[in-house]
Nanobody, 126 residues
Framework: QVQLVESGGGSVQAGGSLRLSCAVS????????MGWFRQAPGKEREGVAA????????NYADSVKGRFTISQDNAKNALYLQMNSLKPEDSGMYYC???????????????????WGQGTQVTVSS
């Protein structure tokens, strides 16, 4: 069974850093496209970063460019999101996602992803 399991969330002060991890299991090969999304209470889920795993091409939401970095470790079947210079507006539940048998590119649209983890909470205090 294919599964995505996130970890690494927590509470930090503004300006701090966190590194989120996503363990991928059940795949013979890594999904071509994976991403990180976040959702704050009362808001829609928004795309934060996406990666094309075969070439490590990336795409970022404007709000996180220069602060967040998405990366992968194929040997460990893992996806990461390094988050620096965190702001209170970065708070929310963060989800790892994959396009399973889909090839919709470096999309930041939640509808383009059909495999999701359970999420990990990130809280940034001012």
């Amino acid at each position: 069974q294919v599964q995505l399991v996130e970890s690494g969330g927590g509470s930090v002060q503004a300006g701090g850093s966190l590194r989120l991890s996503c363990a991928v299991s059940g795949y013979t090969y890594s999904p071509n496209y994976m991403g990180w999304f976040r959702q704050a209470p009362g808001k829609e889920r928004e795309g934060v970063a996406a990666i094309y795993t075969a070439a490590e091409s990336t795409n970022y939401a404007d709000s996180v460019k220069g602060r967040f970095t998405i990366s992968q470790d194929n040997a460990k079947n893992a996806l990461y999101l390094q988050m620096n210079s965190l702001k209170p507006e970065d708070s929310g539940m963060y989800y790892c996602a994959a396009q399973r048998w889909r090839f919709r590119g470096l999309s930041l649209r939640a509808d383009d992803y059909n495999l999701w983890g359970q999420g990990t909470q990130v809280t940034v205090s001012s």
